[in-house]
């Protein structure tokens, strides 16, 4: 896979170089070019935004920029089986679904906004030419986009085959079965008088899988019921909803 991210802060972006992601980089498994939008302005004071039509408090990012530059970027649409995403407060809510989606684009170009967004005709240009989402972390208000790509990515490039080293990390995370995860233990067996609970030590794997599953199914009701209301009829047996 090969990531593009546009933006007028690209030492935002230097954090995909570490870790994981930069051994999936080292490793040939993805591709990451970062860019200046303001290599694409033409004036002095290299502009990227202006005032919004209609008035109101803030700056909107110019179309001409953007158009330039996505242009550059993307390259000839028929070599190009590139998705667009514009991370936005306004956008619709990433989730793990939406990351599972993304790992099987051959291209991913993130269009980062600052400021009160980017002239909307930009999005409508090019969901005219590829596909574009418009994507929310989540329901608070960041300064730009850069941090919500960091998060994308980082959710994305996990789950191409090869990043982890244990693909059932990926296979059992929180929100593969629609469940949050269960709590973990190591050693020791006690730890400032708190114990591990004595099932994970038993050997008996079937009561180990019902326990873990018995916690994750609590820790989900209690702290994301609205996750729990929204399985599918048959995600729960009559084990699970004795819980
Ligand atoms: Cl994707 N961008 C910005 N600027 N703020 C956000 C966001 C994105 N998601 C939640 N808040």
Same mark, same amino acid.
């Given at each position: 896979?090969?990531?593009?991210?546009?933006?007028?802060?690209?030492?935002?972006?230097?954090?995909?170089?570490?870790?994981?992601?930069?051994?999936?980089?080292?490793?040939?498994?993805?591709? @990451?070019?970062?860019?200046?939008?303001?290599?694409?302005?033409?004036?002095?004071?290299?502009?990227?935004?202006?005032?919004?039509?209609?008035?109101?408090?803030?700056?909107?990012?110019?179309?001409?920029?953007?158009?330039?530059?996505?242009?550059?970027?993307?390259?000839?649409?028929?070599?190009?089986?590139?998705?667009?995403?514009?991370?936005?407060?306004?956008?619709?809510?990433?989730?793990?679904?939406?990351?599972?989606?993304?790992?099987?684009? *051959?291209? /991913?170009?993130?269009?980062?906004?600052?400021?009160?967004?980017?002239?909307?005709? @930009?999005?409508?240009?090019?969901?005219?030419?590829?596909?574009?989402? *418009?994507?929310?972390? !989540?329901?608070?208000?960041?300064?730009? !986009?850069? @941090?919500?790509?960091?998060?994308?990515?980082?959710?994305?490039?996990? /789950?191409?085959?090869?990043?982890?080293?244990?693909?059932?990390?990926?296979?059992?995370?929180?929100?593969?079965?629609?469940?949050?995860? !269960?709590?973990?233990?190591?050693?020791?067996?006690?730890?400032?008088? /708190?114990?591990?609970?004595?099932?994970?030590?038993? !050997?008996?794997?079937?009561?180990?899988? +019902?326990? +873990?599953?018995?916690?994750?199914?609590?820790?989900?009701? +209690? /702290? +994301?019921?609205?996750?729990?209301?929204?399985?599918?009829?048959?995600?729960?047996? *009559?084990?699970?909803?004795?819980?």
């Amino acid at each position: 896979m090969r990531i593009d991210v546009v933006t007028i802060f690209p030492s935002y972006l230097a954090p995909l170089r570490e870790a994981l992601l930069g051994r999936a980089i080292d490793r040939g498994l993805i591709e @990451v070019a970062v860019h200046d939008l303001r290599d694409w302005t033409h004036d002095v004071h290299q502009a990227v935004d202006d005032s919004p039509y209609g008035g109101g408090p803030g700056m909107v990012m110019k179309p001409q920029v953007w158009g330039e530059a996505l242009d550059s970027v993307i390259g000839p649409v028929i070599d190009s089986p590139a998705r667009l995403v514009v991370p936005t407060p306004a956008g619709r809510p990433f989730t793990q679904q939406l990351a599972h989606e993304w790992t099987s684009a *051959e291209r /991913l170009v993130f269009a980062c906004g600052r400021y009160e967004g980017i002239d909307q005709r @930009v999005v409508d240009h090019y969901a005219q030419r590829m596909p574009v989402d *418009e994507v929310s972390i !989540g329901d608070y208000v960041l300064v730009g !986009g850069e @941090v919500a790509v960091l998060v994308m990515v980082e959710a994305v490039v996990r /789950l191409l085959p090869g990043v982890l080293g244990n693909p059932r990390s990926a296979a059992e995370d929180s929100f593969s079965d629609g469940l949050l995860e !269960g709590p973990a233990y190591t050693r020791p067996e006690v730890w400032r008088d /708190l114990p591990v609970p004595p099932v994970l030590r038993s !050997g008996d794997h079937a009561a180990v899988d +019902r326990w +873990r599953r018995d916690r994750a199914l609590e820790r989900t009701a +209690r /702290l +994301r019921p609205d996750l729990l209301a929204a399985l599918p009829p048959d995600a729960l047996d *009559e084990a699970d909803r004795a819980v």
